[in-house]
């Protein structure tokens, strides 16, 4: 019992399954590429997983940790997935559309109005439905986890006002939800490559970002942007997953041991991630930013401009063709939310 309590029910399962001695051992390779700040959710989470599954395994899975983009971007580490070359990744939302077209639902605006509501809705049917597609692509994926909501920084002005992103020119990643959304609130959006934002809001090639807070504290965007702004206009999912491959080569016992670690892993990122986030904003604020929320009105205003605007274009890509289907889910997803 005592372990049960410690460790919870998960956890003492998978520890009954402890691999044997005469089982294979493999090397596996963790990668995200978030940064190498060591209280980062990304590394505290990557440290428990490394730490936990050597322990479960009794030694036959080793874990190296190859954080910040040393072995690719998002989209670079899911084909490493599909290949066999990465064992296990941590990656944002934003290519996996992709891969799994339905996962393209997260990234739309305004889709969640709190982290808890995210999670409900990721934690349920919904998904697990498109967990579970991930499969016919070659990747296993464990659990969602959390990057937060990204919030808009600019050196121009506050953005209080439905008109105040009007003519600002925004660096977003290079997603067609994320350039369409811009454009329905006003904005002139650059797509480009994070590699290069920082001298380009240096040299006022664009006037700002959005991005999650963590990644503005880690980045230092506050030395080059004057104005934050609490929008929280996309969620910015995570997800733990596992190279089909790989998994195929694991004996049953060692896959116990690494899906019951992965669950556990994104709980611990989580929860250090809800505390971390509301330390940055008072980080941020100490490095000179001038910090706003933005109002519930210009919030209503533009996420009535999503729906009506950039929804509908991405109903076909969410349907897989099917443009009947992907509003299905869109709307079956925003009544998951209430």
Not at 21 to 30: E, I, L, N, P
Not at 55 to 73: C, F, H, I, N, W
Not at 85 to 114: C, H, K, Q, R, Y
Not at 121 to 140: A, N, W
Request: charged fraction near 25%.
């Amino acid at each position: 019992m005592k372990i049960v309590t410690t460790l919870g029910i998960a956890a003492a399962l998978a520890l009954a399954g402890l691999a044997t001695a005469d089982a294979a051992s493999f090397t596996v390779k963790y990668a995200h590429n978030s940064n190498t700040i060591k209280e980062d959710p990304q590394n505290v989470a990557a440290e428990y997983f490394k730490k936990t599954l050597e322990e479960r395994s009794g030694g036959t899975l080793k874990v190296q940790l190859y954080p910040a983009g040393q072995l690719g971007d998002a989209r670079t580490l899911a084909e490493g997935l599909q290949m066999g070359t990465v064992e296990v990744a941590d990656i944002e939302n934003g290519p996996m559309g992709n891969f799994v077209p339905e996962a393209a639902v997260w990234d739309l605006p305004f889709m969640f109005t709190s982290i808890e509501v995210a999670h409900k809705v990721l934690d349920g049917p919904i998904g697990q439905m498109i967990q579970k597609k991930y499969l016919d692509v070659g990747i296993r994926h464990m659990c969602y986890d959390d990057g937060g909501f990204r919030h808009f920084t600019n050196n121009r002005r506050p953005i209080v006002a439905p008109t105040d992103l009007e003519g600002l020119k925004i660096r977003v990643m290079e997603s067609d939800v994320m350039v369409a959304s811009m454009k329905a609130f006003g904005a002139a959006a650059l797509p480009m490559s994070f590699g290069e934002l920082y001298s380009a809001l240096q040299q006022g090639v664009v006037d700002g970002q959005e991005n999650p807070l963590n990644l503005i504290y880690s980045q230092r965007f506050y030395e080059v942007q004057k104005y934050l702004t609490l929008s929280g206009h996309f969620y910015y999912p995570r997800q733990v997953m596992v190279s089909e491959a790989f998994w195929s080569r694991l004996d049953k016992k060692q896959q116990e041991v690494l899906a019951a670690t992965a669950k556990e892993t994104c709980k611990v990122q989580r929860d250090t991630y809800a505390t971390y986030a509301k330390t940055m904003a008072a980080e941020l604020k100490d490095k000179g930013m001038a910090i706003n929320e933005l109002p519930l009105e210009t919030k209503n205003v533009w996420a009535a401009a999503a729906r009506e605007k950039v929804y509908p274009m991405f109903y076909q890509k969410i349907g897989r063709g099917d443009a009947a289907a992907g509003k299905a889910l869109v709307e079956k997803t925003i009544d998951a939310t209430k």
